[in-house]
């Protein structure tokens, strides 16, 4: 688990308002529905986010991010990935989500995000024109594999994902990646993440990355103070990955 109940997503640089926001259902293409939450921005900039969690799924930390996202213009949506599984029924630290998360594939966590990408086209969710996925841990991995797997994504952002995770989708890449590595992550070892680097620059796949020396897994949170800095170039970085590719 990357956020416990007490994280909190860091401030962006750019200070807005969410216009609406709340909980609400998508329902998938095999039927299945599942959480989510909407956050619309004020003033919107035509662009839109799918936020992909950790391994607890559509907790806290991710429906405020939502609104963080929003706060900058950006139209965002927020996803659980365990509706086929546990419902819609609390997410907080003492949801037992391993059993859960091992029943999940890509294929199905893709078909929710193109549900969620649907809705931000929609009138309802903003009429988005550009679409991104943002995800952390499980969620990053996940977030990077929709390069592949969505036929219209504008760009994929991912924080310490596992690149084992997302190798097998390398050669279907579409959609440009941004990868923000914690440089002292303990669950991606820093040659595995240069590795990873290598073979999408083989592939030609257009991606940006880069490295927080010494943070650690999960730094991306308002808790961590010394990582405020990283947190800051994190966000600006994101901002402008969007602005490029909408």
């Known amino acids: 688990m990357c956020h416990g109940d007490s994280s909190?997503?860091?401030?962006?640089?750019?200070?807005?308002?969410?216009?609406?926001?709340?909980?609400?259902?998508?329902?998938?293409?095999?039927?299945?529905?599942?959480?989510?939450?909407?956050?619309?921005?004020?003033?919107p900039t035509g662009a839109g986010m799918v936020v992909m969690p950790d391994v607890r799924g559509l907790h806290h930390f991710y429906k405020e991010l939502a609104v963080r996202f929003a706060?900058?213009?950006?139209?965002?949506?927020?996803?659980?990935?365990?509706?086929?599984?546990?419902?819609?029924g609390d997410r907080s630290e003492a949801f037992e989500y391993m059993p859960h998360?091992?029943?999940?594939?890509?294929?199905?966590?893709?078909a929710d995000v193109s549900a969620a990408i649907a809705y931000l086209e929609s009138k309802d969710g903003g009429a988005v024109k550009a679409v991104f996925t943002v995800g952390f841990c499980?969620?990053?991995?996940?977030?990077?594999?929709q390069?592949?797997?969505?036929?219209?994504?504008?760009g994929a952002i991912g924080f310490y994902g596992r690149p084992p995770r997302t190798e097998p989708y390398i050669a279907k890449m579409k959609a440009p990646l941004?990868?923000?590595?914690?440089?002292?992550?303990?669950?991606?070892?820093?040659?595995?993440?240069?590795?990873?680097?290598?073979?999408?620059?083989?592939?030609?796949?257009?991606?940006?990355?880069?490295?927080?020396?010494?943070a650690p897994h999960s730094f991306f949170d308002r808790g961590y103070e010394q990582w405020k800095d990283a947190c800051d170039d994190a966000w600006r970085r994101i901002l402008d990955f969007v602005k490029k590719h909408s």
């Open 8 to 43: 909190r997503p860091p401030l962006p640089p750019i200070s807005g308002a969410a216009a609406d926001q709340g909980d609400f259902v998508l329902t998938s293409a095999d039927g299945t529905e599942f959480a989510a939450y909407f956050a619309r921005a004020s003033k």
């Open 71 to 88: 706060e900058t213009g950006i139209d965002a949506v927020a996803i659980d990935y365990f509706g086929r599984t546990a419902g819609m």
């Open 101 to 110: 998360v091992e029943k999940t594939t890509q294929e199905t966590i893709a």
């Open 138 to 145: 499980f969620g990053g991995s996940s977030s990077w594999n």
């Open 147 to 154: 390069s592949a797997l969505q036929p219209r994504l504008d």
């Open 178 to 214: 941004l990868l923000l590595v914690a440089g002292a992550d303990g669950a991606t070892p820093p040659e595995v993440a240069d590795d990873f680097d290598q073979k999408l620059t083989e592939a030609g796949v257009p991606h940006e990355r880069h490295v927080y020396a010494g």
